[in-house]
């Protein structure tokens, strides 16, 4: 707003100064005027072209103001009261408030109330009353009360808008914690804790073999041995979990895509045949699309081969499929990952608010893995007679950017 000010009184300066220049006699008064204008018309140049830098200094040094207002007033006398100097003075008492508040606002509004009338008392052909003299002073005071009303306005504004900046901060450290409490969230329920699951389901067979009246040393063998290989499992996933965690806390969640990258679809294919060995399920894996090799950053990666391994591990538990098919590749400018399994399928009504109340987050996870990606994902019978497909589309430009 000072800027503002600055350069009406530059446009002011500018059309008077011709004026108080031909008014002012030979000699002396003329070169006092010449110093007055170049010191005027500079000092608000200055102010209005570069108000952050030179700004501060004239809030620190009311003074500079004071000589402003006195070379300004020699440009009054010589122009007169009736030129457009006057609106001027009345921009200085503004000015003042603005910068100095009220009591810089009633010193200069005095001053200047003060300088004009003056001006008008020593003016001999300006033939006024007493109404039209006592104009320009009367604004000056009321300009002077107004730049002191925004000033204080412009504070309280400045503080709202500080108090409002902290309170957008506390909530944005909120959301970010809430954000990482859900990921590692995501990230026990679809590795640690299905593996956990899988060791007690195991325990409880080995269980229930030691306490048979005719043991089996071949089956107990046998049972004990996945009990410890997923025992191993959990450790390994727990350890992969906390590598992550660690990597992702020192690298200062940089992007992915300035990173490594990996052949998703390469390992997808390995996937779903692991999948196949463990469970004794027919799952097949084939490639579609324009191209089969798609290198994508580590950290997109692992989220896309989460979902699709959280999408066979729904299906061999709760579908009862006879078989499971994984599709991928590349089609236009989409990154294409299917998983179908032709079980019993989703039952119908089922909503992620609902699964979220009753403590099923595998699809809740999947889907805000998807979105943490900037992929979409559709999860339903697509365009099957029954079952449940997972479709994944990533657009190949939220990998790169």
């Not at 009345?90 to 001053?111: E, H, N, Q």
């Not at 039209?132 to 000056?140: A, H, I, K, R, V």
């Not at 990230?187 to 699951?197: G, I």
Request: glycine share 8%; net charge neutral.
């Amino acid at each position: 707003m000072c800027r503002q000010v600055f350069g009406f009184r530059l446009a002011m300066i500018a059309v008077a100064a011709p004026a108080a220049l031909l008014n002012a006699a030979p000699g002396l008064p003329v070169r006092l005027v010449s110093a007055a204008v170049v010191v005027t018309f500079m000092g608000s140049y200055v102010l209005f072209r570069d108000w952050e830098r030179f700004g501060p200094v004239l809030l620190r040094h009311p003074t500079l103001l004071a000589v402003d207002t006195l070379l300004g007033s020699l440009l009054l006398i010589s122009a007169g009261p009736d030129s457009t100097l006057a609106y001027v003075s009345v921009c200085t008492p503004l000015l003042a408030g603005i910068v100095y508040g009220w009591r810089g606002a009633a010193v200069f509004a005095s001053l200047q109330s003060l300088i004009l009338l003056a001006v008008h008392a020593t003016s001999k052909d300006l033939h006024t009353g007493p109404a039209e003299t006592l104009l320009l002073p009367g604004l000056c005071l009321i300009t002077g009360a107004v730049g002191s009303s925004l000033r204080t306005l412009m504070l309280r504004f400045g503080a709202a808008t500080q108090a409002l900046t902290d309170v957008q901060a506390r909530l944005a450290a909120t959301e970010a914690v809430s954000a990482e409490r859900a990921r590692l969230a995501r990230e026990m329920h679809d590795s640690v804790a299905k593996t956990l699951h899988g060791v007690a389901l195991a325990a409880d067979g080995l269980a229930a073999s030691t306490a048979a009246d005719h043991m089996d040393p071949a089956l107990v063998r046998r049972q004990a041995e996945l009990v410890a290989r997923s025992a191993r499992r959990a450790a390994a996933e727990s350890r992969e979990l906390l590598t992550d965690l660690r990597r992702e806390s020192g690298a200062g969640h940089t992007g992915a895509a300035t990173g490594p990258t990996t052949d998703v679809l390469a390992e997808l294919a390995a996937r779903t045949e692991d999948f196949r060995a463990r469970t004794g399920l027919a799952a097949t894996y084939r490639s579609t699309g324009e191209r089969t090799a798609q290198p994508v950053p580590l950290a997109v990666a692992r989220q896309l081969l989460t979902i699709a391994a959280e999408a066979m591990e729904n299906a061999h538990r709760h579908a009862t499929p006879t078989r499971v098919d994984v599709q991928a590749g590349v089609h236009g400018d989409l990154l294409h990952i299917s998983v179908y399994d032709d079980g019993r399928g989703l039952p119908p009504g089922t909503t992620l608010e609902q699964l979220r109340r009753t403590g099923h987050f595998g699809l809740v996870g999947m889907v805000e893995r998807a979105a943490s990606v900037g992929a979409r994902i559709h999860i339903g019978r697509g365009g099957h007679p029954l079952g449940t497909e997972v479709r994944l589309e990533l657009p190949l430009a939220a990998v790169t950017a």
